[in-house]
């Protein structure tokens, strides 16, 4: 009578729990673990390292790069320009000393 009345209940029991998964190898803990793994690397990527800002200050030394490189570039087709203008220049009496004066007089 106690074996039917005591025993034989816990060991169904028993046995009903050993074919249940335990709770902490749940699925669903998998995925609350990795809500709360990502959450923590968006807080301590914000927050802590500030890594928006790192960010924003690369963008700014970027633009700053290229308004110089334009700036350089502005400069350089400058400085080519006049060199072409002193070339055509030094050209044009070339052909000018080469014909010697009696073609200028003919002209």
């Known amino acids: ?31 609350i673990n990795l809500l709360i793994f990502v959450i923590f690397l968006a807080y301590l990527f914000v927050k802590k390292l500030r ?3 790192v960010f924003d200050n690369r963008a700014a030394a970027i633009v700053k790069e290229l308004e ?9 087709q400058a ?11 030094d050209i044009g009496e070339m052909r000018h000393r080469r014909r010697g004066p009696k073609h200028a007089a003919g002209s």
């Open 1 to 31: 009578m106690i074996i039917d009345n005591l025993i034989r209940p816990a060991l169904l029991l028993l046995a009903e729990a050993a074919e249940q998964i335990p709770w902490y190898r749940d699925p669903r803990w998998r995925v």
């Open 51 to 53: 890594i928006g800002q």
């Open 68 to 76: 110089e490189a334009r700036r350089e570039k502005q400069e350089a």
């Open 79 to 89: 400085e080519e320009t006049a060199h072409d203008r002193e070339a055509g220049a």
